[in-house]
Nanobody, 119 residues
């Protein structure tokens, strides 16, 4: 099975930037899509952005469009999330996720990395 490990979270002020990384290992050959979700305390998990493992298809949630950018480095089996113009409402645990071929939803998850944005 695939293993996902996130890193790069931290505490920043509103307007600052952060870059998250997600390294994939294990059974990665079956991965079709990767993406990022987030979950604030006491709230349900929210989709942020997705990207195909191969190709150029990317889809963003409206709440982050124009501020966040996802990218991919297939040689390093890693996806990144560049977060600019951060807002307090972006505060959440950010999870890397992957979907394998034949599955209808994301089925692999990382442990999460905390992002906190102060006013």
């Amino acid at each position: 099975q695939a293993r996902l490990v996130e890193s790069g979270g931290g505490l920043v002020q509103a307007g600052d930037s952060l870059r998250l990384s997600c390294a994939a290992s294990g059974s990665i050959f079956s991965i079709a899509d990767m993406g990022w979700f987030r979950q604030a305390p006491g709230k349900e998990r929210e989709f942020v952005v997705g990207i195909k493992w191969s190709g150029n298809s990317i889809w963003y949630a409206d709440s982050v469009k124009g501020r966040f950018t996802i990218s991919r480095d297939n040689a390093k089996n890693t996806v990144y999330l560049q977060m600019n113009s951060l807002r307090p409402e972006d505060t959440a645990v950010y999870y890397c996720a992957a979907r394998s071929s034949g599955d209808t939803s994301f089925n692999y998850w990382g442990q999460g990395t905390q992002v906190t944005v102060s006013s």
